[in-house]
Structure formats: structure tokens, C-alpha cells
């Protein structure tokens, strides 16, 4: 999975934001899993080193997501 891809994981949600509430708005992000948006694994997917997948938690580099610091509290 290419930088840009990864990138394109996030998704911005506008949250409801009332005409007497006196903080301004503050848009939330959330991250769509990489195994949501393939339809199937082919064959011909690249791997990983066996060490390499251990540390990334996947065989397959199509299917890594990292959650960069920041991700419980919606942060970038």
C-alpha cells in the first residue's frame, strides 16, 4: 500500500453543531480498515518477510493500517 493510500484511509464527519452552542465547530476523523475496501485477496498479493509481518501484524502490506498517535482521540 502506497503513502497516498494510507492516507486516504481517513474520513472527516461533520458533527451536528447548534446555533446556541458556544464552542466552535470541530470536525472528528475516523480510519476505514484497509480489509473493508478489498473485495479479495488474489494469489499475487505481496508479503511480507515472515519477521517483518510479525512486527506489522499482517502477511500482506495491502492490508496494513498503522494508527499514528492521536487515533482514540480523533486526532490526525
Known amino acids: 500500500m502506497e503513502k497516498g493510500q494510507q492516507v ?3 474520513r ?5 453543531h447548534s ?3 458556544p464552542c466552535p465547530p470541530r470536525p472528528k476523523y475516523y480510519i476505514i480498515p484497509p480489509d473493508q ?5 488474489s494469489p499475487e ?3 511480507y518477510e515472515p519477521h517483518e509481518a510479525l512486527k506489522k501484524g499482517t502477511l500482506w502490506p495491502d492490508l ?3 494508527y ?3 487515533a482514540k482521540e480523533g486526532g490526525r
Not at 12 to 16: G, K
Not at 37 to 41: D, G, L, N, R, V
Request: aromatic residues 24%.
Open 64 to 66: 496494513y493500517s498503522p
Open 12 to 16: 472527516e464527519w461533520d458533527a451536528f
Open 37 to 41: 475496501m478489498t473485495t479479495f485477496q
Open 19 to 21: 446555533a446556541f452552542d
Open 68 to 70: 499514528p498517535r492521536g
Open 8 to 10: 486516504n484511509q481517513w
Open 45 to 47: 498479493l505481496k508479503q
